[in-house]
Nanobody
Framework: QVQLVESGGGLVQAGGSLRLSCTAS????????MGWYRQATGKQRELVAD???????NYGDSAKGRFKISRDNAKNTVALQMNGLEPEDTAVYYC?????????????WGQGTQVTVSS
């Protein structure tokens, strides 16, 4: 099992910045993907950004040009720097990690952290 604990959410005005952090513990394997998803009220959960253990990144359309994902493999952490926040970014943000082992996908989620952007 892998446990993910997020921190860094909160209330910010439009145009502001927040930095989310997530620490993984437990049975952590190499070659995993760590990332962030978000879910706004009444909407489906969507990818914000993810990053492989080798540093390759993938961003959702809403994050491109404004957010930056990074990770520290030695500390088993992943961070999301969010700049230029807009009210539309208001959502619960979830840390996620997954890996493929013998063709099976193993995936874990954090409990989520609320991000609220006021106009």
């Amino acid at each position: 099992q892998v446990q993910l604990v997020e921190s860094g959410g909160g209330l910010v005005q439009a145009g502001g910045s927040l930095r989310l952090s997530c620490t993984a513990s437990g049975r952590i394997f190499s070659n995993n993907v760590m990332g962030w998803y978000r879910q706004a009220t009444g909407k489906q959960r969507e990818l914000v950004a993810d990053i492989t253990s080798s540093g390759s990144t993938n961003y959702g359309d809403s994050a491109k040009g404004r957010f930056k994902i990074s990770r520290d493999n030695a500390k088993n952490t992943v961070a999301l720097q969010m700049n230029g926040l807009e009210p539309e970014d208001t959502a619960v943000y979830y840390c996620n990690t997954w890996r493929i082992v013998f063709g099976n996908r193993y995936e874990y989620w954090g409990q989520g952290t609320q991000v609220t952007v006021s106009s």
